[in-house]
């Protein structure tokens, strides 16, 4: 397989590959948000609220597929000449690594059934499944992200949201459970691998402890920020009634849409931060993350009637008038990512204390005080809005590292 050169994305080309990764990631979101538009108006508003918790698991476990990603795609673009072999090292640590997480969570599952109020072990069991083939797109798409092969990866991240929503939605029609939900969405995970086979590498693991190691402590960042922007999703299950917990799954609909929203700038600055890690850059990218987050809240709050629409209709009327603030939680975490993405290519980790500290205190609040469905988001909200300005000021006091 070629390789491309490892210079810096020209401007052009860099809008160019943000211009397709942005669409490829826009129709990948609106798979995502279809389908879960689709489960909140085919199950009821109980059912779609443990579905939630369960896409929360996932999300939570998918933190693996994540880790190999960005470990790939760092190493790759600060070392293209070794790029088949850090290949054939990611997609043996891929298949490993994600049978590994999902077996612990299938293992797990007696312990996380009664906890989000689930009627049995199989939906859990389900997600263990379907983290092996989130764990080889990881792979895919650090390997292509890594080589500027753009094309590739939005064919990867089209196909990610098509077989969400198309496999998904079937398994609900067959039968209108969350369980139908998750063996649709775990076939559907099949899709993008199916597709990108070829760039896959067979190889061992041997040589690979640099990787490894660099993997583990991005598994780590990962987790904590996945633990954090996840909290609200698994813990209203727990601290609501299964009614409110509903409603709540419903206002998260704008939430992830915001984070996911700006997720290309991301995608495409990483390998440039992971080479020439300028101050310019991030601020730059920052910058167009926020204002996307700040214009969706804005548009919320003028359009809650079609916001409302956009979450599942009348049946989840209230929580209208909090739906900006769903919006805006989602804005401030899709700042906290692109600096968690910005601290890994840096390969700095004072990020991670940071939050740890915040997933710990917005879920002793959730789980203590008596709060409804309002008080849950404003304390997300909030607690995102300080860890976004509190992770920009560590950014600027980071030494910086280009070491392969």
């Not at 098509?162 to 099949?190: E, H």
Request: charged share 10%.
């Amino acid at each position: 397989m070629p390789t491309p050169p490892a210079e810096p994305t020209r401007a052009p080309a860099a809008v160019s590959a943000g211009g397709r990764i942005a669409v490829a990631m826009t129709l990948q979101n609106v798979g995502a948000y279809a389908f879960t538009l689709l489960a909140a108006r085919l199950l009821i508003p109980a059912s779609f609220g443990a579905l939630t918790a369960l896409l929360g698991v996932l999300l939570v476990a998918n933190v693996a597929s994540l880790a190999v990603q960005t470990t790939t795609a760092r190493r790759i673009a600060v070392a293209p000449e070794h790029a088949d072999r850090i290949a054939a090292t990611a997609t043996a640590v891929s298949v490993s690594l994600g049978t590994v997480v999902g077996l612990a969570l299938v293992v797990l599952s007696p312990v996380l059934a009664p906890l989000l109020q689930l009627d049995s072990v199989w939906p859990l069991v389900l997600c263990g499944a379907t983290v092996v083939p989130l764990t080889l797109m990881g792979a895919l798409a650090g390997i292509t992200q890594g080589q500027h092969r753009w094309t590739v990866l939005s064919v990867l991240y089209v196909a990610n949201g098509v077989g969400r929503v198309v496999f998904g939605t079937a398994a609900m029609l067959v039968s209108a459970t969350p369980t139908a939900a998750i063996a649709g969405v775990m076939v559907g995970a099949w899709l993008p691998v199916l597709l990108g086979l070829r760039y896959l590498r067979p190889g061992g693991l041997g040589g690979s402890r640099a990787y490894v190691w660099e993997l583990l402590a991005g598994s780590h960042a990962m987790l904590a920020y996945l633990v954090l922007s996840n909290l609200d999703a698994l813990l209203a299950r727990v601290a609501l009634t299964p009614h409110d917990s509903g409603l709540y799954a419903a206002g998260l609909i704008l939430t992830k849409s915001a984070l996911f929203l700006p997720q290309f700038v991301s995608i495409v600055a990483f390998p440039r931060l992971a080479r020439a890690r300028a101050e310019r850059a991030r601020r730059l990218a920052v910058g167009t993350v926020a204002l996307v987050g700040l214009a969706a809240t804005v548009a919320t709050a003028l359009l809650p009637g079609i916001a409302l629409i956009l979450v599942g209709g009348d049946q989840y009327a209230e929580v209208k008038p909090l739906l900006w603030l769903f919006t805006l939680e989602g804005a401030m975490l899709a700042v906290v990512q692109l600096l968690v993405f910005d601290a890994l290519a840096r390969r700095s980790h004072g990020i991670v204390p940071l939050l740890w500290g915040a997933a710990a205190v917005a879920g002793g609040i959730i789980l203590i005080a008596p709060l409804h469905v309002a008080g849950v988001v404003i304390t997300m909200t909030v607690t995102a809005s300080v860890v976004a300005a509190t992770a920009w000021w560590l950014s600027s006091r980071t030494p910086e590292t280009t070491a392969y």
